[in-house]
Structure formats: structure tokens, C-alpha cells
């Protein structure tokens, strides 16, 4: 209760500090952050990276020993280390509910842990653990992509993001400097196309190396940029677009605003393995992060099993992830370890999103931490625009709930985000249906539907 009060407290605070108060709350949780996360760890893991010796055998064998040793759900596996790949694959296949109902037997609690938590587009919330070097070496190859692309860490970055960095009164000041990593951060859930010239504008006086963060913000600016003949006047290296689909349109738009490249990623919350780059050029396993294996569900069609060098607090061992891929290949099944991969398309997840009382579209991942905080209480939550003013809120939920006090807070920050003037119908049923994919959507529009829009789309 104390440290909710204390985050409360914070949390009002900010938002009443004039601009350049909050410029130096931000820079100062910059700081904070970048010494847990950008320590020896980091540095040894980026080394390592660069000179490109890290992965394969040495590293499934590691992981191997350690999923004996000290994971209590692996204690009774064999582990031939000449024959290493054969003992992999006698282990059984995981899913998302494996994780969340063995948590603590599929986790290796010691030193200083993180909790990660994911819902986002599934609308089904999990929480791993996390250790301080596992998230140390997650950083270092998210940079060492960008590395790739001619970017030394702690460049000038642009992030597009869907946390609240701005007031509801920000008087088109949409953006907060992170001066502790050298970023700029853009508030993708205020930027309207009355007020994206404002963010333009910053842009360019800021003059960032790189751009990342949500595709259809970072969409905006492009837009408005090629509507007005204008184009970026400094070097951008990449885009790195995340947690939303990109649009095939998008992506050329925004490297013909920014004359530059758009390298797509795909990770997750829970710790996955990378996969990074473009249906233009294919994508490239990170073979440093993790083993990916491949079963064949239609022509050319793979549904992807994840196993991550990445977390040894709560390891994905053969993890059905839930997305499919693009191979051309007839074969049944394929892996990252023996196989040559050419992925060409990421399939399975929706551009979905909805439509705020002053008519902005507010998309999916905004949406996510509507429920933040709520995951030892909300197993699920899904959300449905059935008119223009009127939302469905659709949850299960564990019995410590509180109708009441929890659904006062959930409804707060609807509001904040959809607006205060809409109707919000709150339904607690038993299972949300999913879709023909597995998937529980978290966010239906079905103004959109109504429209003809909404269908499923893919990466790139």
C-alpha cells in the first residue's frame, strides 16, 4: 500500500512540475535505469556480439546444464553433451499457461530480479522473472543491432512511446529529454495530425541518429513530412519500429521522409530470441539469443518454438510463442541450430485499435497498460468499441479482485486514454473466446468491422 501511495504520489507530482522539472524527473530515472541496466554485464555481453563469437553449441550446452541444476521443472532431464541437440529436443514443449501456473518451479530466483510483464496485443497477462544480467544482455544486443547499422550506443535516439510522459495540457510540448541516454521521448498517445509539425519540428532541432518505437506515430511524422515536401535535413542511420504491426505503406513512407532503412524487429516481453530486418532483404536470426524451431502449418507457413539464450531467472524452453513465419520449404520441420533459414514475412497479429472520444485512433499497446499492475488479479482483459462512445470491457479475474476499488482504477485510465464522456460496460466472465489463430484479441473495433476494416495483416 505504501509504495502504491508513494508511486501515486510521484505520479501527481510530475504531472505539476512545470516542463523543465519533468525534463529532469525523466533524466533522472534515465540515470537510475541506466546504471542497472548498462553494467559489466552489458559491456562483456556487446563485446562479445561484435566480435561474433557467442551462440551455437557452447551456448545450448550451457543452457542445458543450467535447466538441470537449477530449474525445478528440468531437474530429472538428461543432458549428453555429445548429443546435445537430440537431449534438446527430448524436452517437452511449453505454453503460456505453463508459465503462469509454475512460475516458481520454471524460475531460478537468486540475486537482484526484474519482473517482466506481458498481455499487450494477446490480452493474456504473465509475469517472468528477469536477473539484472539477463536484462543487461538483452540491452546489449537491441544495441548491437543497431550497431549493425553504423549506431554507437548512447547515440542520439528519437523513442515514440505510449506511456504518459505528457499532461493532457501539454500545449503541443509532446516531448521529454532522457539526457542520461541521450533520447528524446515522443508522446505517441497525445500526437493528433493538428500537432505532429510540433513534433517534427523538435525532431529536427534535435537531429537523432536513430528513430524507434511505435510505426504508426513515427507514420505520423513521416506523413506530414512527405505532405509538406519535406524531408529529414540530418542523418537518421535506421528505424527501428516496435510493438505494433508495420504496414507495408508505413515502412515506405517512412524511409522515403528519412531517407533511410527500416529494420523491423521481433522479441517479446517474456524474453524470446531476436529476429531482426525486412520482408525487402529477409530476416536474421539471432542466433546469440536463442534457438528457434519451426512446424509446418500450410505452404510456406511455420508456426515458431522459441528456446532463449536471453533469461536464465525464467527460461523459455520451447515455448510455442503463438506467431508463424513465412519459409519456403515443403520439409515438416526445421531449427535455427542445423537448418539454414530464410525467413521472408512475420504473420499473426493485427494492426487493431480504437477510437478516442476526441476521434484519435489509440492502438493496442497503448492500451496494454491499462491493466498493468493488475496481473496477479486480471488473468485476461479485452476491450471492444461497440460505438462510438460506448466500450465493452470484457475481464476474468482471480478472486482477490475488487469490483469496486480495482474497476475504479482500470476505469480511471480508460478515461484518460479514451476519454472521460464515453460509456464503459464492465463484463466479468469466466473465458474470452479466441480467435481462429489461439489468440485473445485484446482490442476490437467493431466500428471498423462495421466499415469493412480490420483485417489481418503481416510484418514488413
Known sequence: MLKKMMSTSAHNLYYRSPVFMQHAFTSAYGFKKR???????????????VRGDAGGRGQLIRLMR???????????????????????????????EDLRNALDDRSHKE????????????????AVFESEADWAVRMAYLDYIKYRQGIEPFSKRASFTGREIT???????????????????????????????????????????????LPSSIHMVAKHMLSNGLRADWDV???????????????????????TVVIDQYASSEGAPF???????GYTIGHATGLFEFERRGENRYEMIVTSFLN????????????????????????????????????????????????????????????????????????????KEEFLVNMVVEDDYDDYADELVIRGRLERQLGPDNRYVFNYVDFIPKEKNGKVRFIINELEQKAGAGSTVQFG
Open 35 to 49: 546504471r542497472e541496466r548498462y553494467n559489466d554485464h552489458y559491456h562483456e555481453a556487446f563485446r562479445r556480439y
Open 111 to 126: 540475486g537482484k530480479l526484474h519482473v517482466s510483464r506481458t498481455g499487450g496485443t494477446t490480452g493474456y497477462n504473465l
Open 167 to 213: 499532461p493532457a495540457d501539454h500545449r503541443n510540448i509532446l516531448w521529454r529529454y532522457n539526457l542520461a541516454m541521450n533520447q528524446a521521448l515522443y508522446a505517441a498517445n497525445q500526437m493528433t495530425p493538428g500537432n505532429v509539425k510540433h513534433v517534427y519540428g523538435n525532431m529536427r532541432s534535435f537531429r537523432p541518429a536513430s528513430i524507434d518505437g
Open 275 to 281: 529476429l531482426y530486418g525486412s520482408t525487402d532483404d
Open 312 to 387: 536464465y531467472a525464467t527460461p523459455l524452453v520451447r515455448y510455442r510463442i503463438g506467431d508463424e513465419v513465412e519459409i519456403h520449404s515443403d520439409r515438416e520441420y526445421l531449427n535455427s541450430y542445423e537448418d539454414d533459414i530464410d525467413i521472408r514475412r512475420i504473420y499473426g497479429r493485427r494492426m487493431d485499435y480504437l477510437i478516442g472520444q476526441d476521434g484519435r485512433k489509440v492502438m493496442n499497446i497503448i492500451l496494454a497498460w491499462i491493466v498493468d499492475g493488475f496481473e496477479e488479479k486480471v488473468v485476461q482483459c479485452q476491450i471492444i468499441q461497440k460505438e
Open 237 to 259: 542511420k535506421a528505424v527501428f519500429p516496435t510493438a505494433e504491426i508495420l504496414l507495408p505503406h508505413a515502412k515506405k513512407d517512412i524511409e522515403d521522409a528519412f531517407d
Open 66 to 96: 543450467h535447466l538441470k541444476e537449477n530449474i525445478g521443472a528440468y531437474r530429472d532431464i538428461d543432458v549428453d553433451e555429445d548429443a546435445i541437440m537430440e537431449s534438446f529436443r527430448a524436452l517437452p514443449m511449453t505454453v503460456k
